[in-house]
């Protein structure tokens, strides 16, 4: 870990040496130390039952590590276009390639749109406090626009392959998917449509050879003073397809899946938070089970003063299936002192002081038996200092 934070100050100082020169450098990174945990199971965070909204992260993370993106800017001829390069490692990994791409933009004929190709991540709705988006083109090899303008809305779209820089598909397999991304729907006052559609085409992989998938999310600001935002999401997808638009598992079987979501973030004087309630089907394709899987919390953040906030988080999850397996039920609660550059929910950096204590039944402590779940333990208290950094 030392290692990889003195190269990105390194990276740092050659960007700000060559920022002049249309170089930029962003990036993301997070870790420190859990200072009490379970010796016995080594758990030192992800405590979750496995949904897609259900790791509720502040003090639970459960890993670090760091990702930059190097970012070359040229115009010619009055063309911009820059090439993006972005490295990560993160524990237990090895260093990987999570974007490289080239993207060109301000064409005479498409002046707003910005054309593409290569390893791009196209991430859309984050619900951070569980560390999940819920729309997502993903991130293997493609090409693609955005932004174009349709008057009424803006378009995306973008094809993409099973293959990433790092890692292409096995031999006798192939899989490629088309993005079709509606977004800025003007459908009332400070409300906005967003409909991405999502299709799959696999040859030589288990669980069919196909997928399709339907996301649609309504955005809506000022939701009752300003400063609230309340999105709610309509999800459904079907074989290789991933219900927020990327592959699905294209190492297994395909799903299907179906989701109901909805977050509300807000930011009032010195108080700002972010909340999520949810509920997400899951069934294998071959399969006659069916997994419920629910969740509800959020995490507040008040500013005692410019550098100093107070962090809360709860959550509470459930599991459920459909050949009565028993219910399956986690929560979680986490207090952070946090030092900060500003006041509001999403200022970074942050270094937290955290204290997390989590409880589950006895159905999760047996299906996760090999970690925190291990000798029938149903409760883990962790302790710890995490900093989290974007910029």
């Known amino acids: 870990m030392k290692k990889i934070i003195l190269s990105a100050i390194a990276v740092a100082c050659i960007a700000q040496v060559q920022a002049a020169d249309g170089f930029e450098f962003s990036g993301y990174s997070r870790g420190g130390a859990v200072l009490s945990y379970d010796k016995d199971n080594n758990v030192k965070g992800g405590l979750s039952l496995g949904g897609d909204l259900q790791k509720f992260r502040l003090g639970n993370e459960g890993d670090y590590g760091i990702e930059i993106d190097l970012i070359k800017?040229?115009?010619?001829?009055?063309?911009?276009?820059?090439?993006?390069?972005?490295?990560?490692?993160?524990?237990?990994?090895?260093?990987?390639?999570?974007?490289?791409?080239?993207?060109?933009?301000?064409?005479?004929?498409?002046?707003?749109?910005?054309?593409?190709?290569?390893?791009?991540?196209?991430?859309?709705?984050?619900?951070?406090?569980?560390?999940?988006?819920?729309?997502?083109y993903g991130d293997t090899q493609g090409a693609g626009v955005t932004g174009v303008n349709l008057g009424a809305a803006k378009l995306g779209v973008g094809v993409f392959t099973g293959d990433t820089f790092d890692k292409q598909m096995a031999k006798g397999t192939s899989a490629r998917k088309l993005n079709v991304d509606l977004s800025d729907i003007q459908v009332n006052k400070d409300g906005k449509l967003r409909v991405l559609l999502t299709q799959v085409l696999t040859e030589?992989?288990?669980?069919?050879?196909?997928?399709?998938?339907?996301?649609?999310?309504?955005?809506?600001?000022?939701?009752?003073?300003?400063?609230?935002?309340?999105?709610?999401?309509?999800?459904?997808?079907?074989?290789?397809?991933?219900?927020?638009?990327?592959?699905?598992?294209?190492?297994?079987?395909?799903?299907?899946?179906?989701?109901?979501?909805?977050?509300?973030?807000?930011?009032?004087?010195?108080?700002?938070?972010?909340?999520?309630?949810?509920?997400?089907?899951?069934?294998?394709?071959g399969s006659s089970v069916k997994r419920t899987d629910s969740s509800l919390g959020g995490r507040i953040s008040y500013a005692l003063n410019q550098n100093f906030k107070f962090l809360a988080e709860a959550g509470a999850t459930s599991s459920t299936f459909s050949d009565n397996s028993p219910k399956q039920t986690l929560n979680k609660i986490t207090i952070a002192p946090t030092l900060a550059v500003g006041g509001d929910f999403w200022s970074r950096p942050e270094l937290r002081?955290?204290?997390?204590?989590?409880?589950?039944?006895?159905?999760?402590?047996?299906?996760?038996?090999?970690?925190?779940?291990?000798?029938?333990?149903?409760?883990?208290?962790?302790?710890?200092?995490?900093?989290?950094?974007?910029?």
């Open 204 to 285: 030589g992989l288990a669980g069919g050879n196909s997928g399709s998938a339907l996301a649609v999310s309504h955005t809506q600001s000022n939701l009752g003073m300003a400063g609230m935002t309340n999105t709610l999401f309509l999800q459904t997808s079907k074989g290789h397809a991933e219900v927020g638009g990327k592959f699905q598992d294209l190492g297994g079987v395909g799903k299907k899946v179906t989701r109901i979501a909805n977050t509300i973030n807000w930011q009032s004087g010195p108080l700002g938070g972010q909340a999520v309630i949810g509920v997400q089907t899951n069934q294998d394709e």
């Open 73 to 136: 800017n040229f115009d010619v001829n009055g063309i911009k276009y820059k090439v993006h390069y972005m490295p990560s490692k993160w524990k237990d990994g090895e260093l990987s390639t999570n974007q490289a791409f080239v993207e060109m933009s301000g064409l005479s004929f498409a002046p707003e749109a910005k054309f593409w190709a290569g390893q791009r991540r196209l991430r859309i709705q984050d619900v951070h406090i569980v560390d999940k988006f819920l729309m997502d």
């Open 353 to 391: 002081f955290y204290v997390t204590r989590a409880s589950w039944n006895k159905a999760a402590a047996t299906a996760n038996s090999a970690t925190f779940g291990m000798n029938g333990k149903t409760s883990q208290t962790l302790a710890g200092v995490q900093y989290e950094i974007w910029w």
